[in-house]
């Protein structure tokens, strides 16, 4: 029975924004000097988490920007306290929270090898046995002896993570770094990863690429709004993160207040239909699908408006797009309440889940803009008539013959 690397019971964590009355300057002057004016408002970055995570084994975090997954891992690298509750950590642990996090920028790439060493408890013979190996797998030899702060962000990540990774903590601590090196030394990190996990070390990564997570993980923890939602297996987690988001997006758009825009067009209303004009959530590939926007305009002055439908798929990454310019489809300007509608003859996406991101211009500006205003799924479907569809379940579909 594997033992507890880390236990959190009760963790809470809170913050104080602050709001101060704008007035003139010599009202603005004698609020600041006297301490008035000002009115504390306190949130939760994170809420109640009880928490165990098991040595050994491989975390993912995932939830949307603001969940608290950042503050967790602050709280347990102890750059942060917590406002309540307990933390229990069995062992040494790094941390790669931020580009550069952990690095004296005076100090070259050799000297902070060996301070980051020294934080998590290593003797310098024990560093130096390891360097070689550090410097190799950085690929930064012509640079180990150049102070830091010369380094580029890629440069950066790559020494950071050799340190972190071949230090040998107890648990080691990322927080979305790995999106800053390039594709082959990604690659590097990831059998780095499962090489470190299965010598029995714990690792917690933060990460917005479901595609890591996936090939990576065992465990997911899934944070929303600072409260911890489901713990589970990796995949059983991606999939309650997916259906939430799906869920907290059919409230009423005309209420979204995460948009931005100057206004002169919003998106009011969203529906997907079917070839017989049904509302429908889950499409089979191949089908005809038409996606209806109800468009309010609220002035004259708006003209060559220009509506994109961005397909993202559950990795985040940009799969297709729809555009009325792309097609050379103008939408006249009509003031008030109207709707449009872009009509797929045989919808092109391969078996996946979803999301849709809208963006709106009008006279050459962001007019209103909402992110994952709804998903769809893709079910197989009769795309080319002949009951298969070609594999892997990534890209698009397209027609072609052969003559």
């Known amino acids: 029975m594997s033992q507890t690397a880390i236990w959190i019971e009760g963790l809470s964590k809170t913050y104080q924004r602050g709001k ?127 102070p830091v702060k010369h380094y580029s962000s890629g440069m950066y ?28 030394f990604r690659k590097k990190c990831m059998e780095k990863l499962l090489d470190v996990s299965g010598q029995g070390r714990t690792i917690l990564m933060v990460s917005h690429q479901m595609s890591y997570l996936k090939e990576l993980c065992r465990t997911g923890v899934y944070l929303h709004a600072g409260q911890m939602l489901y713990q589970g297996s990796i995949d059983d987690t991606i999939n309650h993160y997916i259906h939430h988001i799906g869920e907290s997006r059919m409230i009423n758009i005309r209420d979204r207040e995460d948009r931005r825009g100057t206004g002169q067009v919003r998106l009011t209303g969203f529906e997907l239909l079917d070839e017989k004009q049904f509302p429908v959530h889950m499409i089979a590939a191949g089908r005809p699908l038409d996606i209806k926007l109800d468009l309010e305009t609220t002035g004259n002055d708006a003209h060559n408006v220009v509506v994109h439908l961005e397909f993202y798929d559950i990795y985040g990454q940009l799969c297709f797009m729809a555009s009325n310019s792309i097609s050379n489809s103008s939408i006249p300007v009509i003031r008030g309440q109207h709707f449009r509608t872009c009509h797929f003859r045989k919808f092109p996406a391969k078996v996946n889940m979803y999301f849709i991101n809208v963006a709106i211009f009008a006279t050459q500006h962001l007019a209103d803009e909402i992110l994952n205003v709804l998903s769809v799924e893709v079910e197989p479907g009769p795309f080319y008539q002949t009951g298969k569809l070609p594999l892997p379940n990534k890209g698009f579909l397209v027609e072609y013959e052969w003559t």
């Open 20 to 146: 101060t009355r704008r007035g003139d300057i010599r009202s603005s002057l004698s609020s600041w000097w006297n301490g008035l004016g000002k009115s504390k408002e306190e949130f939760y970055a994170l809420r109640d988490i009880d928490l165990t995570i098991a040595e050994g084994d491989i975390v993912g975090i995932i939830g949307p920007n603001g969940a608290g997954k950042s503050t967790l891992l602050k709280l347990l690298s102890r750059i942060t306290f917590p406002t309540k509750g307990r933390i229990t950590i069995e062992g040494t642990l790094s941390s790669m929270l931020e580009v550069g996090t952990g690095f004296h920028p005076e100090l070259t790439g050799r000297e902070n090898i060996f301070l980051n060493g020294a934080i998590i408890g290593m003797r310098r013979e024990e560093v130096s046995r390891k360097l070689d190996s550090i410097v190799s797998f950085s690929g930064l030899e012509d640079f180990l002896d150049t």
């Open 157 to 184: 990540v790559r020494l950071a993570f050799s340190v972190a990774s071949h230090l040998e903590p107890d648990i080691l601590l990322i927080d979305e770094v790995l999106a800053v090196g390039d594709q082959e």
